[in-house]
C-alpha cells in the first residue's frame, strides 16, 4: 500500500495551528486551515501575513514573493465538512482540553474519507486517549511540533498500539517533506521527549517566580549564565504564549492550578499573553 500525501488540513489556526499551516504549503502542498468561525478565520489571515513577514526575511527561498503567495495559497474555512472532504492528513491543532478534541474527532471521522490520516499535536494528552473517537485508530498517531517551526524544527511522531506501521512511515516521511527532522517515539509518552524536558523546566521558573523567590529576568539570567542555553524560561513561554501552559495547568493538580491563578491574574487578565500580544512576562516592539 502507497500512501500519498499531498493535500493537507489543519485544524486550528492560533499560534501553532498556523505556522504548520503556513510550513506546509511553503512546502509545496495543497493546505486548508479549519477554524470555528469568520472571527478566528479573521486572526488566522492576519497571523498568515505576518508569517509571511517573518518567512520573507529569515527562511531561505522566502523572498521573491514566495511567502506572500504562500499566505495568499492558503484556503481558510470554518466549515468542518467542506475543509475535509478531499483532505490525505488532517491534523489537529485545537484547544488542549479532552473533551472538544473527542468531541471534534467524532465529527472528524464521520466527515473525512476513509483513506484520511488523521495527526494529533496535542502537547499533553495520549494519542490513545483520543483513538477509539477517531473511527480509525489504525490511521490515527500523534504529529507534535515545537513553537516557531521554521527554526526550532522538531517534528515528534508517536502512534499508539493500533497504529499501522505502514500510515507512521508516512508521517514520518511528510515530517521531512516539510522541513522537519521526525522524532520517532517507540512507545507512548506524555510530553513526547520535548515537553518531557522542557515542561518541568517552565514549571520550576514560575514556582519560583510566583513564590516570591526571585523575578522572571532574574531565573532566566540565571539558566542563561549557567548553562549557556540562548534563552530563559519565561522567555520560552512568552514564545509558547501564556495560555497554552494555563489551559494545560489549570486542570492539574492543586500546585498547578494556583500556578495557573499566578498566571491569570498578573498577565492573562491583563492582556500579556506573549510575544503575540507584544507583552508577556517581557516586553516586545
Known sequence: MTIDIRKVTVLGTGVLGSQIAFQTAFSGFTV????IDDKALAAAKERLGKLAAVYATQVPGGGDGKAEQTAAGITLSSDLAQAV??????????????????DTYEKLGKLAPERTIFATNSSTLLPSDLK????????????????????????EVMGTPDTDPQVYQAVVDFATKIGMVP?????????????????PLLDAAMNLAAGGYADPEAVDKTWQIGTGAPAGPFRILDVIGL??????MV???????????????????????????????????
Open 32 to 35: 486548508t486551515a479549519y477554524d
Open 85 to 102: 472532504r478531499d483532505a490525505d492528513l488532517v491534523i489537529e491543532a485545537i484547544p488542549e482540553v479532552l473533551t472538544i478534541k473527542q
Open 132 to 155: 477509539d473517537f477517531t473511527g480509525r485508530p489504525d490511521k490515527f498517531l500523534a504529529l507534535h511540533f515545537a513553537n516557531q517551526v521554521w527554526h526550532f524544527n522538531t517534528a
Open 183 to 199: 522524532i520517532e517515539l517507540h512507545k507512548e509518552k506524555a510530553g513526547y521527549v520535548l515537553n518531557s524536558l522542557l515542561v
Open 243 to 248: 495560555t497554552t501552559p494555563y489551559n494545560i
Open 251 to 285: 486542570h492539574g493538580d492543586d500546585t498547578s492550578k494556583k500556578l495557573a491563578q499566578w498566571l491569570k491574574e498578573n498577565y492573562i487578565d491583563k492582556g500579556k499573553l506573549g510575544i503575540a500580544t507584544g507583552e508577556g512576562f517581557y516586553k516586545y516592539s
